[in-house]
Structure formats: structure tokens, C-alpha cells
């Protein structure tokens, strides 16, 4: 009887750690995913200082996160909501 539960206590705990291990895995992707939309030789600036730009230069910035300010369009890094266009006056 005790080698019955311990068996049974231990597949619990093995298929408890694989799911807790496979959406570990999703999470992590995802979050790779949103932030590496584009490739090395046109890199996505973020955080770009406006003050720098020239009046009427186009930057896109996220709606729910203003922090974000990026030189081309794309996805928030913080919520993945798509940046709006602005234009610097």
C-alpha cells in the first residue's frame, strides 16, 4: 500500500513539473518573439529621443505604454500593441 501512494505521489509530481516546464518554454518565446521583429541590419531603435528629430521627422510611439518611442513601426516591447505614427512638431 505505501509503495502505491509513493509511486502515485511521484507521477504527480513528475507531470506537475512538465507542465509547469513547457509553459515556461511558451512564455519565454513569445516574449523573444515580440521583440525581435526585426533583423540585425535594420535594427529597431527604441526609446528614441524626439528632441532630436527634425520638425515634421516621423517616429511611431505606443498608445497605452508613451514611454516607447521607436524610429520605424512595430510592436510595443512592454504590451505589444501596435505603435502609432507621430510626427514631431
Known amino acids: 500500500m505505501k509503495k502505491t501512494i509513493f509511486i502515485s505521489a511521484a507521477a504527480i509530481a513528475l507531470m506537475i513539473g512538465a507542465c509547469k516546464n513547457s509553459s515556461n ?14 533583423d540585425a541590419n535594420t535594427a529597431q531603435v527604441f526609446n528614441l529621443d524626439t528632441n532630436t528629430l527634425a520638425s515634421g521627422a516621423t ?9 516607447i518611442i521607436s524610429d520605424k513601426a ?16
Do not use: F, I, R, V
Request: net charge negative.
Open 25 to 38: 518554454k511558451s512564455e519565454s518565446t513569445n516574449a523573444s518573439d515580440s521583440t525581435n521583429t526585426q
Open 59 to 67: 517616429y511611431y510611439q505606443c498608445s497605452m505604454d508613451p514611454e
Open 74 to 89: 512595430g510592436n510595443c516591447t512592454k504590451c505589444g500593441m501596435e505603435l502609432s505614427e507621430m510626427k514631431k512638431n
